[in-house]
């Protein structure tokens, strides 16, 4: 890159290419195919100067942002509530995904994402697209707290430019004294496209914009009116949080063109789909025998009470996906369901069926079948025939399996299988076929499951909590398996990881608990041998991505240099029992370092950046291992880096 000094007030920075001048267009075509947020950061950081002029020109849109905050707070958007240590320097990154740069890379955690102040200087930011309100509007009119928001005045100020908004005021509000937000006359952004809208208050006045093509909405007691839903909208969710467990009977009116329809309440007659539809998902009291489903149907999912009328879906030759769950069995109960009972149609490729009963062949399932998810009781008769799947299946989810899985029933033309085991449940040798190359295998309790996984499996994975009787055994997994999930609770010296393996997903070695708060800390796995500087290798240099399960517990703190030092880890993933994933990128500037700055040998510097919040920045480490911990409390606390535990 260099600084072309053309206009003595005007700098301009170009990317030069061999000898000659890289055009912007080209690096717009570079950024538009990168999806990984961390080289669109390192791109950021090449020249401020070259950023904003590439701004002036080029919308730069970042893949891997789906809302400005995922935590449904405005608090947290209002007022930037990261956290951050005096130890690192540690900044938000979301700044530079939704504002220009300006005059530094990366702005203060305190400055707010939208200025709410009502003001001829307000400059909205023409990049942020996509906005969620949460309203926490208080009945009392003299409330004084510094953080009460009006979240109406939030949705003035929200800029024009806004594709994406969700707007929540649930009917649990009523519990906790909070004023229902109205929409009455109210303008949405012209631009936007897509829009949940979560209301306890009437819609009846409010005026939806002609340039969506997505909703979500509350459905009103007295249905959908005319020209409610605009004509754009080609895909509509209707949600029935007032009237939970009732049903709505009253007129619909769909627009014309609408593609995909989700309802998600108990409905009780037949409804005017729009012939256009390709996908629908509804909730039934019962299945209707003068329900009509559109013709040109690509996908249905359908819930239901008990089957007690026969089910014929054999006229729908366009259905390719079909989703089924009774609450009951599948026609009369105590018997086998007869084939004729459900007629499913001739071009299916993909069905879940769950249900309370046993199909007496297994014949009715279609030859064009490639994907089939079902439960060990509704296929257990055909079984004890000997009868086998249909060669045609290359997908297979078997759950709540209480048998004994053969060898021969799962075709070798599968390519991934699924099995949800329940404690006495098992397989025979040869149940998987050579030819599968995922398996995922739940709670199963039995010693030689290693035995059982054939050479051609490229992804296993693992889950059990505990096993009654078992005798420890050691874990030797074929070298052919690239990603390794084992999600058992033991000893984890009793793992031996495949050298080729890239990707590993396994409970964290825990030690023991200091004030009600757990430390987990990877040197408590396998050491593969001598790295550089004498330091213990803790995983093959191939694993790139460590997914750690860890339960939730008041605090925990997990070490990070382990990973950072003695790991080639750059994809760092945290799963809970009751929080969202954590998901960290790790990028490591060690051989940066020593190209630049010879004298400086022993920085060692690394970006973490934590995908959903953004919430990281660069730490400055010795090439000497020093303790470095990452500490969280919750899903609604950020986590914080810290040479020391950090106990909430």
């Not at 009732?246 to 005017?272: C, D, E, M, V, W």
């Not at 025979?428 to 050579?434: F, T």
Request: aromatic share 10%; proline share 6%.
């Amino acid at each position: 890159m260099e600084d072309i000094d053309t206009n003595r007030d005007i700098d301009k920075c170009y990317f030069i290419y061999g000898s000659s001048y890289l055009p912007n267009i080209i690096i717009y075509q570079i950024v538009e195919e990168l999806v990984n947020d961390i080289d669109l950061i390192c791109l950021l950081f090449t020249c401020k100067q070259f950023y904003y002029n590439f701004r002036q020109q080029y919308k730069c849109r970042f893949k891997g942002v789906s809302l400005i905050d995922q935590t449904k707070c405005s608090y947290k958007i209002r007022y930037g509530t990261l956290h951050a240590t005096k130890s690192f320097n540690l900044r938000s990154f979301t700044d530079i995904f939704h504002r220009s740069i300006s005059n530094q890379l990366v702005k203060s955690i305190t400055s707010p994402l939208i200025n709410y102040n009502n003001n001829s200087n307000n400059n909205r930011d023409d990049l942020i697209e996509k906005a969620l309100i949460y309203n926490i509007i208080e009945s009392n009119e003299n409330n004084n707290d510094d953080n009460h928001i009006d979240a109406r005045k939030m949705m003035d100020d929200l800029p024009d430019t806004i594709k994406w908004l969700i707007v929540d005021s649930p009917a649990r509000l009523r519990f906790r004294r909070l004023t229902p937000l109205s929409l009455d006359g109210y303008k949405f952004p012209s631009q936007l496209e897509i829009l949940h809208l979560i209301l306890n208050s009437s819609i009846a006045n409010v005026l939806l914009p002609e340039t969506l093509t997505e909703l979500t909405l509350d459905t009103p007691d007295n249905g959908l009116a005319e020209g409610l839903v605009p004509q754009s909208v080609r895909s509509l969710t209707l949600q029935n949080i007032i009237y939970r467990g009732s049903s709505i009977s009253t007129g619909y009116h769909f627009p014309r063109h609408l593609l995909h329809l989700k309802i998600n309440y108990a409905i009780q007659s037949p409804l005017p789909f729009p012939p256009t539809l390709l996908s629908l998902s509804l909730r039934m009291a019962t299945v209707l025998t003068d329900f009509r489903f559109p013709s040109n149907l690509v996908s249905l999912t359908l819930y239901a009470e008990p089957l007690k009328q026969p089910l014929n879906l054999w006229l729908l030759t366009a259905l390719e996906t079909l989703y089924i769950s009774l609450h009951e069995s599948l026609g009369p109960r105590g018997i086998p369901t007869p084939s004729d009972y459900l007629r499913l149609p001739p071009n299916l490729t993909s069905l879940t069926l769950n249900a309370k009963t046993t199909i007496d062949s297994l014949t009715l399932f279609p030859n064009s079948l490639v994907s089939l998810c079902i439960g060990y009781d509704v296929i257990s008769g055909a079984i004890d025939k000997g009868e086998q799947l249909h060669p045609a299946l290359t997908h297979l989810s078997l759950h709540g399996w209480s048998g004994t899985l053969p060898a021969g029933f799962i075709a070798s033309t599968v390519k991934t299988v699924k099995i949800d085991f329940n404690r006495e449940g098992s397989m025979l040798e040869g149940a998987i076929p050579e030819g599968v190359q995922t398996l995922n295998v739940t709670s199963y309790h039995h010693n030689g499951i290693v035995q059982l996984i054939p050479q051609s499996v490229k992804h296993f994975s693992w889950r059990t909590i505990g096993r009654q009787n078992a005798v420890e055994e050691y874990f030797a997994f074929p070298s052919t398996i690239r990603t390794l999930g084992c999600m058992k609770r033991s000893n984890p010296a009793n793992f031996q990881i495949p050298s080729s393996l890239t990707s590993l997903s396994i409970y964290a070695p825990t030690s023991p608990i200091y004030s009600g708060e757990r430390e987990y800390d990877l040197s408590a796995l396998y050491n593969v041998d001598e790295g550089e500087n004498n330091r213990k290798r803790l995983l093959p240099e191939t694993v790139s991505i460590l997914t750690l399960e860890i339960p939730s517990y008041r605090g925990s703190h997990l070490r990070l240099d382990p990973i950072i030092y003695q790991t080639n880890v750059t994809e760092l993933v945290i799963q809970s029992d009751f929080s969202e994933p954590i998901c960290w990128n790790i990028q490591r500037f060690e051989e940066l370092n020593y190209s630049i700055n010879n004298n400086n040998n022993d920085i060692y510097d690394v970006l973490i950046t934590e995908k959903s919040s953004l919430f990281g920045g660069i730490v400055r480490l010795g090439k000497q291992q020093t303790k470095l911990y990452l500490n969280w409390k919750s899903s609604k606390v950020s986590p914080i880096i810290s040479t020391n535990p950090v106990y909430f």
